[in-house]
């Protein structure tokens, strides 16, 4: 939907630099109760619990997802499109693709 209103893009930018912040946090507080669970030897406690193995499986998800999406973007950007193709111009022995000519 805020695609739809936003023309500039400043607000879907907005909205993605806030889900990197929450995604950072989250991982952090996660990683805080990791580190207390192996402090205080309860690490088959922490990893029996169902929303542990959730929040660690989002966590690998999402950042499997904004990886391929800034390698899509890296590779959108690399991209280079020719002005001409030598097929086109016009049909000989170097051109076979080319099988009619046109005016």
Known sequence: PIYLYDNTGTG???LEYL????????????????????????V???????????????FGLMGACWGLWFRQIRL?????????FGVLKSFSVENPARLFLTN
């Open 44 to 58: 088959a406690t922490y990893l029996s619990d169902p929303f542990n193995l959730i929040d660690w499986s989002q």
């Open 76 to 84: 959108n950007n690399d991209l280079v499109m020719p002005s001409g």
């Open 19 to 42: 889900c990197i912040a929450l995604f950072i946090i989250d991982g952090l507080l996660e990683f805080k109760q990791a580190v207390i669970a192996v402090k205080m030897f309860r």
């Open 12 to 14: 879907r930018l907005v």
